[in-house]
């Protein structure tokens, strides 16, 4: 080997050096030993890791065994061709780099090969130096594909990473926002004797009756928040009209009849609790028309509103208040049938009928409330109003 050669060789050894610290496994397949040994010799100064077959079919049992980072191979070949060897090795080995060796007239099936998966192609004859770059190029060609490609990988990783916590934080602001509601009806309840745990018995009926009827979770969420704080308007309400344990006066009626509209006013004002601000200001509206406060009948009032109703009125009728004493379940279902069409929506009320009534005493007890059945009974008393 001449000075001029061995200056290349040990220029191509550090490229190799520098880009691959560990040494890159080639395998030279060729059916003529002699250029099989030129070859390995070549490239094994270049600073590469080389072994040869001698066919096809025993460089597949040699990948099979051992991991290449490059495959040097004749395309004319006895037994399996060099295509053949690409398909097969690249099945296998789908990040080998494949170079292969054609003479000029295989041109043709040399372009084939690279649209198999081929790096290059290398013609006979050809000079040592030229495959040794050729080798490199494609090694390096490999390294940037498989470095983007863990890239790729690490990039989707980050992405489920960051969107997981992101659907934690959404989770952990959701459970804040319902633990604040809760806590905020239970302090509204605590105004009005005997009424610990009403709105939240009501949340959990009007859910129960939104999932019979197929709603979708943002009409759900939105009922949900409205039952929490239908009766927040009532915070305009003085406490001597909240606390009086008999009937109200014309007057101070006026006044009570109020509280959907400042409770809708309230809610109105924050963003996730607008679609909840209208079905709580029709939440006193009666579906023949009678209620208030704007005196809306059948689906002139926002669904939610009418599924509240149904809801409201078995958890009024099922527990002391000042105006009614708690009746059963089986009462308030029966009184809840006769109003349908009238008070309530009757769609809803065949809806609410089809759910047995032992669904909602549990509820009830999840809500905290006190189990109500015939010894608690003292007369079905009238709606609330």
């Not at 494609?138 to 990473?161: C, P, T």
């Not at 905020?184 to 939104?210: F, N, P």
């Not at 924050?270 to 679609?275: D, S």
């Amino acid at each position: 080997m001449s000075a001029s050669d061995l200056k290349r060789t040990e220029g191509h050894h550090e490229e190799v050096q520098r880009i691959f610290p560990q040494a890159a496994r080639i395998l030279v397949v060729d059916d003529e030993v002699l250029i099989c040994d030129l070859l390995v010799r070549r490239l094994s100064a270049a600073g590469y890791a080389c072994r040869s077959c001698p066919s096809g079919a025993e460089a597949m049992e040699e990948l099979r065994g051992s991991e290449y980072d490059l495959l040097l191979a004749d395309i004319l070949m006895p037994g399996m061709e060099g295509t053949t060897l690409l398909r097969e090795a690249l099945r296998l080995s789908p990040d080998l780099a494949v170079i292969l060796v054609t003479g000029v007239a295989d041109i043709g099936a040399a372009v084939d090969a690279i649209k198999l998966g081929a790096y290059d192609y290398i013609t006979k004859p050809f000079r040592l130096d030229q495959v040794v770059v050729s080798v490199n190029r494609a090694l390096e060609r490999r390294r940037l594909r498989m470095e983007n490609r863990r890239y790729q990988e690490s990039l989707a990783e980050q992405v489920a990473r960051r969107s997981a916590q992101l659907r934690e934080a959404i989770e952990t602001l959701r459970l804040t926002y319902d633990s604040t509601l809760q806590a905020l009806s239970t302090a509204l309840d605590s105004r009005e004797a005997d009424s610990a745990g009403h709105s939240l018995r009501i949340m959990k009926y009007a859910r129960r009756i939104a999932q019979e009827m197929g709603l979708g979770e943002r009409e759900v969420r939105a009922l949900e928040q409205a039952a929490l704080l239908h009766d927040i308007g009532k915070i305009g309400v003085p406490d001597e009209l909240l606390l009086k344990p008999g009937k109200l006066t014309p007057a101070e009626w006026e006044v009570m009849r109020r509280h959907p509209e400042i409770g809708s006013r309230i809610l109105s004002g924050i963003k996730f609790l607008r679609e909840a601000a209208e079905i709580v200001l029709r939440h006193q509206e009666r579906f023949d028309g009678s209620g208030y406060p704007g005196g809306l009948r059948g689906r002139e009032i926002v669904l939610g509103a009418r599924i509240l109703a149904v809801a409201d009125t078995l958890e009024c009728m099922t527990s002391d208040r000042p105006f009614q004493a708690a009746t059963t379940f089986e009462a308030a279902r029966d009184e809840i049938a006769r109003v349908a069409g009238s008070q309530l929506d009757p769609e809803i009320v065949r809806i609410f009928l089809r759910i047995p009534l032992g669904e909602f005493r549990h509820l009830r007890e999840e809500a905290g409330g006190a189990p109500v059945g015939p010894a608690r009974r003292r007369g079905t008393g009238n709606l609330k109003q």
